[in-house]
């Protein structure tokens, strides 16, 4: 009998890892607010996904992707170590094999929605307030409750004739 029970639940543990249909949300984060500054801006305009025929979840579902910036903040600060690597990870940011998670990394990875291309530029210190990642099998989406641009960078000084 209990030869039996092992055996049946061994085929629903690996019929539920094989089966394209069941959802993998991300698990829960606390919000976090972020300050930083801006060392690199890619900014993508909204993109429409179509969905995956038998898959649950946003993969399963015609979605769109809005517009953001993907930014890398130096000199940031409001993470731990371990917050900032996973948001990295989290953001698409591969790591190599030899790389010390205990330490923060040099840089932090957010990704930002906005339809003005031309909102963030190199340069500028901003804070992100309350930020978290959520997703599933179909990707990542980010909220946060305010961006407050606390300075930009300076203006260069135009040549003299």
């Not at 040099?106 to 031309?118: C, E, F, S």
């Not at 992100?128 to 990642?133: A, K, N």
């Amino acid at each position: 009998m209990v030869r039996c029970f092992c055996v049946m639940s061994f085929v629903v543990v690996v019929a539920a890892l094989l089966h394209p249909a069941w959802g993998a949300p991300l698990p829960p984060m606390q919000p976090v607010t972020v300050e930083g500054t801006i060392e690199r801006v890619q900014w993508s305009p909204a993109t429409k996904i179509p969905g995956r025929p038998g898959f649950s979840g946003s993969l399963g579902k015609d979605r769109v992707e809005a517009a953001h910036f993907r930014l890398t903040l130096g000199e940031f600060r409001g993470v731990d170590a371990a917050t900032a690597w996973r948001l990295n990870h989290l953001t698409g940011e591969m790591v190599s094999a030899t790389t010390d998670e205990r330490q923060p990394p040099a840089y932090l990875i957010l990704k930002l929605d906005d339809d003005d291309p031309q909102a963030l530029v190199p340069g500028m210190r901003i804070r992100v307030r309350d930020y978290v990642v959520s997703g599933d099998e179909g990707g990542t989406w980010t909220r946060y409750q305010s961006r407050d641009v606390l300075s930009r960078p300076a203006e260069p000084v135009p040549k003299a004739k």
